[in-house]
């Protein structure tokens, strides 16, 4: 249960010592609430019609600002400072999980609200290209896995006030080989998230995006006058909305990772299932954990299948390693099938398995050499995961667990 001293449940007001830009964070996050009630009704025929056409354009914006980095395919590049603002977000994010949370009921600092965690097989199809066949893709095989389902945080909040967006972490396990980072042996880790750009370029971007995240005004990064991000949020908003389901979603990994030597390659995941799960009560409040009880309700009754697409770096300058904030076209790179992430008809909601998802650590690096992360905030994602992983679970005096995928749980 919530501790009554943790002040990260629910969202809290925004704090940046000037009550002007006080008002205009709190006033411009009840306005997104309020459309968020209404988003079902009119957003499946925005997107249909507008939203791709403007997601191209958003884009095309965004690389008119950029400069040549002369890069090649697969190719990385240090950036400047690189170091130093990695160690601004793990102290801004170390502070600000330290002031929400309580030691016992420490959360994670990102993709905070676990909606679920239910066992799964990763099945690696028989027809990948040959280009395609590295890693974990070269072979057909099934591996068992262990998915999180999961909301955007730093905050856990009722679904219907989040920014509409959601995340999925891939445990997959008996993954032979040699790891990157291996304090898991075992394991490969995949994680993406509901909108097909990452919500900062680059690290730099990143730590400015966290301290005012600290002061619970995230929307000051976007439009500022020093460092503004516009397309950025544009882009966000494009593809955040009222979800109805994690089971119903698409994901995408945002940043890149190797495809075997000399070649780069995004991955997504994209649902099967047509039937969209009706939000309860809207334009009224539904439940608090209204996405929570549409993964039960679907998972009493059926099973449920993802799609994971590659898609290879075909242009290093439109198709970048070390900026994530943008699109990579589809024209340029079709996502080719290359496995199926099938969740069985399970129950999964007992307290235990829950959790269960506490003591987990989800890391990008948990990978074989064939799929190391690439690009500045993939080389981040390094230290900074594993810095606050060991932070939540010290806070919360557990120690670093590997599954195997024999874990049972009581109801």
Known sequence: ???????????????????????????????????????????????????????????????????????????????????????????????????????????????????????????????????????????????????????????????????????????????????????????QDLTGVSTPTFVTPDTKANAHLQKWSY?????????????????????????????????????????????????????SVWSRRKQRTRVPRLPLRPSDNYLRDAMVATLAKEDVQFDIKLQVQTDPYLMPIENNAVFWPPRLSPRIPAAVLHIPQQKFDSPAQFEFAKVLSYNPWHCVPEHRPLGNQSRARLRLYKTLSTLRQSMNRVEHYEPDGNEAFAA
């Open 215 to 267: 002061k619970n005004a995230q929307l000051f990064h976007f439009l500022n006058f020093t460092q503004p991000h516009l397309l950025d949020l544009i882009m966000q908003g494009l593809w955040i909305k009222t979800q109805s389901s994690p089971l119903e979603s698409q994901y995408f990994s945002c940043v890149p990772y190797l495809l075997g030597e000399g070649q780069a390659m995004q991955f």
């Open 1 to 187: 249960m919530p501790s009554s001293s943790n002040t990260g449940y629910g969202l809290p007001p925004a704090d940046t010592g000037v009550r002007l830009l006080n008002w205009i964070a709190d006033t411009s996050t009840f306005f997104v609430h309020v459309e968020r009630r209404f988003d079902p009704f009119f957003r499946p025929a925005f997107d249909a019609v507008f939203r791709q056409l403007l997601t191209n354009l958003t884009n095309s914006l965004i690389n008119v600002q950029r400069k040549k980095d002369d890069l090649r395919l697969a190719e990385e590049k240090i950036q400047p400072d690189e170091e130093r603002h990695l160690d601004e977000i793990i102290s801004a994010m170390g502070d600000q999980m330290r002031l929400l949370w309580k030691p016992g009921d420490f959360q994670r600092g990102g993709n905070t609200k676990t909606h679920g965690i239910v066992r799964g097989e990763f099945i690696v199809r028989e027809d990948i290209p040959e280009h395609m066949r590295r890693g974990i893709y070269a072979q057909p095989r099934i591996y068992p896995a262990w998915v999180r389902f999961s909301g955007p945080g730093p905050y856990i909040t009722p679904d219907i006030d989040d920014v509409g967006f959601m995340s999925i972490s891939i445990k997959l396990m008996g993954v032979p080989g040699p790891k990157l980072f291996d304090d898991e042996k075992f394991t």
